[in-house]
T-cell receptor
Framework: DAKTTQPNSMESNEEEPVHLPCNHSTISGTDYIHWYRQLPSQGPEYVIHGLTSNVNNRMASLAIAEDRKSSTLILHRATLRDAAVYYCILRGMDSSYKLIFGSGTRLLVRP | DAGVTQSPTHLIKTRGQQVTLRCSPISGHKSVSWYQQVLGQGPQFIFQYYEKEERGRGNFPDRFSARQFPNYSSELNVNALLLGDSALYLC??????????FGPGTRLTVT
C-alpha cells in the first residue's frame, strides 16, 4: 500500500486560509487521493478526493501536483469547527476499496 | 436521512470474553467496512463486506470476524479479548467505489 507523509500538526487563525500538505511519492497511476477529517469524539468525515485534476467542493479544494507526488488540501476560511485531524489517504482500485489511514495532521484554529 | 448507526456506544469487557458490535449502514449502501482506532492513532482497516461477501481483510488475527446480513447491516465479533483490543471500533458504509461514511463508533474497554 502506498504511503503518505503529513506534518504532525499545523496552526491557523480563524477566517484565514489553511494549506495542508501531503507527500505521496510512491503513488501509482490508479491511486485516488482522498482526504478525510476527524473532529474530536467523532468518526472520520469525507472531505474531498481527486485523481489528477484539482477539485473543489463546498468544504475545501484539493490541489494535486502535476507529477501527483504531492497534494494540498485548502480550507479557504478556517473556522473553529475546522479544528480536527486531517488524513491524506491513497485509495487504490482493488476490490476492497479500503482506506489506509496514517497519523494525519492535527489542525489547531486560533480564534 | 439517518447516518451510519452503531451499537452499543460504550462497552466494558473482561480479558478472555467475547464481544459483538453492530452497525447499520445508510439506506441504500451495500458496502460496510470496519476499522479499529487505538487512542492517538489513525483508524486501521479490519474488514470490508459488499453484498454479504467479504471483499477485504486487514492484518488482524482470526479472533476478529464479521458478517453482513441481507439488510446490509453488519456485526463485528472479537473472541478471546486482550487488553490491546481496547479501542474505538468504527463502521463505515458506502456506495461503491465512492466516499465512505463513518458512524460514531463503539468504544470498547477491555479490563
Amino acid at each position: 500500500d502506498a504511503k503518505t507523509t503529513q506534518p504532525n500538526s499545523m496552526e491557523s487563525n480563524e477566517e484565514e486560509p489553511v494549506h495542508l500538505p501531503c507527500n505521496h511519492s510512491t503513488i501509482s497511476g490508479t491511486d485516488y487521493i482522498h482526504w478525510y477529517r476527524q473532529l474530536p469524539s467523532q468518526g472520520p468525515e469525507y472531505v474531498i478526493h481527486g485523481l489528477t485534476s484539482n477539485v473543489n467542493n463546498r468544504m475545501a479544494s484539493l490541489a494535486i501536483a502535476e507529477d501527483r507526488k504531492s497534494s494540498t488540501l485548502i480550507l479557504h476560511r478556517a473556522t473553529l469547527r475546522d479544528a480536527a485531524v486531517y488524513y491524506c489517504i491513497l485509495r487504490g482500485m482493488d476490490s476492497s476499496y479500503k482506506l489506509i489511514f496514517g497519523s494525519g495532521t492535527r489542525l489547531l484554529v486560533r480564534p | 436521512d439517518a447516518g451510519v448507526t452503531q451499537s452499543p456506544t460504550h462497552l466494558i469487557k473482561t480479558r478472555g470474553q467475547q464481544v459483538t458490535l453492530r452497525c447499520s449502514p445508510i439506506s441504500g449502501h451495500k458496502s460496510v467496512s470496519w476499522y479499529q482506532q487505538v487512542l492517538g492513532q489513525g483508524p486501521q482497516f479490519i474488514f470490508q463486506y459488499y453484498e454479504k461477501e467479504e471483499r477485504g481483510r486487514g492484518n488482524f488475527p482470526d479472533r476478529f470476524s464479521a458478517r453482513q446480513f441481507p439488510n446490509y447491516s453488519s456485526e463485528l465479533n472479537v473472541n478471546a479479548l486482550l487488553l490491546g483490543d481496547s479501542a474505538l471500533y468504527l463502521c463505515a458504509s458506502s456506495l461503491e467505489p465512492y466516499e465512505q461514511y463513518f458512524g460514531p463508533g463503539t468504544r470498547l474497554t477491555v479490563t
